[in-house]
């Protein structure tokens, strides 16, 4: 499997030391260089720049069409229009964005797309997490948003129950 990943997902799994989860979802992990710059560059000692940067698993490439980005950049942000337009050009299977206008817009593009908690999800049903609460729930205390509602389903659809 190929991932295109944007910042918010690298960002959140560093700050929990959960980084390296990525490896063992895909064969080849890629940014695109405005995720790298956001996550590396304006990051200056902010969780995910240093981890980031020794991930030599993680491929840093630079977006080819223009056009596209160009038309993608007057609803979203550099990064992840970067990571819609990357996402086609190497025929990744997923680009993994949390934005939800993000995701409808690489869907209108054609493009296949997961979340953070999708990509918890196959790492659970993979067996390269045991337990999937710890891991939301230190997500949770470092800020990633996740209602209540979406919290128990995650839970439950991995065989988690949620206490009553």
Same mark, same amino acid.
């Given at each position: 499997m190929i991932l295109v990943i944007d910042?918010?997902?690298l960002i959140t799994l560093a700050r929990i030391g959960r980084l390296n989860l990525l490896r063992g979802l895909a064969e080849q992990i890629y940014i695109p260089e405005a995720v790298y710059s956001e996550v590396v560059r304006r990051s200056g000692d902010r969780p995910g720049g240093r981890?980031?940067?020794e991930a030599?698993? #993680?491929?840093?490439?630079?977006?080819?069409d223009q056009t596209t980005l160009a038309r993608l950049r007057t609803e979203l942000g550099r990064g992840e229009a970067e990571a819609i337009v990357?996402?086609?050009e190497l025929r990744a299977d997923f680009v993994v964005l949390d934005d939800a206008k993000a995701r409808r817009l690489a869907?209108?593009?054609?493009?296949?797309t997961i979340g953070l908690l999708g990509?918890?999800?196959?790492?659970?049903e993979r067996g390269i997490v045991s337990d999937l609460k710890p891991i939301v729930d230190?997500? #949770?205390?470092?800020g990633f948003f996740i209602d209540q509602g979406l919290y128990q389903a995650i839970l439950r659809q991995s065989g988690e129950e949620?206490?009553?």
């Open positions: 910042a918010s997902a981890e980031v940067t030599s698993w #993680i491929i840093r490439k630079s977006v080819l990357l996402t086609g869907e209108t593009e054609g493009k296949k990509l918890l999800l196959r790492a659970k230190d997500m #949770i205390k470092v949620p206490a009553s």
